[in-house]
């Protein structure tokens, strides 16, 4: 009886871990892009010029940004039930 009752319940949480995969998905290729982007705009802005100090920190801070996001590539949460 027990186990009759929990069925849904689990196929519902495997449904919603599953979502939560692909958002997870999502969320780390916005990270590798946003972060090369940032590395980008901040070397033009480095190496034209324009702004060195801003462009410094954009990308030292967009290879910080790229390093978390290898971190969380390399140890992923678990999403999964078993």
Same mark, same amino acid.
């Given at each position: 009886? *027990?186990?009759?009752?929990?069925? @849904? *319940?689990?196929? $519902? !949480? #495997?449904?919603? !871990?599953?979502?939560?995969?692909?958002?997870?998905? $999502? *969320?780390?290729?916005?990270? %590798?892009?946003?972060?090369? =982007? =940032?590395?980008? #705009? +901040? &070397?033009?802005?480095? $190496?034209?010029? !324009?702004?060195?100090? %801003? +462009?410094?920190?954009?990308? $030292?801070? +967009? =290879? *910080?940004? &790229?390093?978390? =996001?290898?971190?969380?590539?390399?140890? @992923? @949460?678990?999403?999964?039930?078993?």
């Amino acid at each position: 009886m *027990l186990f009759e009752l929990l069925s @849904p *319940l689990t196929d $519902f !949480a #495997i449904l919603i !871990a599953g979502y939560f995969n692909e958002i997870w998905d $999502f *969320l780390i290729f916005i990270g %590798r892009v946003s972060s090369s =982007i =940032i590395v980008l #705009i +901040g &070397a033009i802005l480095w $190496f034209t010029e !324009a702004n060195m100090k %801003r +462009g410094k920190g954009l990308v $030292f801070s +967009g =290879i *910080l940004l &790229a390093i978390v =996001i290898q971190y969380f590539v390399m140890y @992923p @949460p678990t999403f999964s039930l078993g």
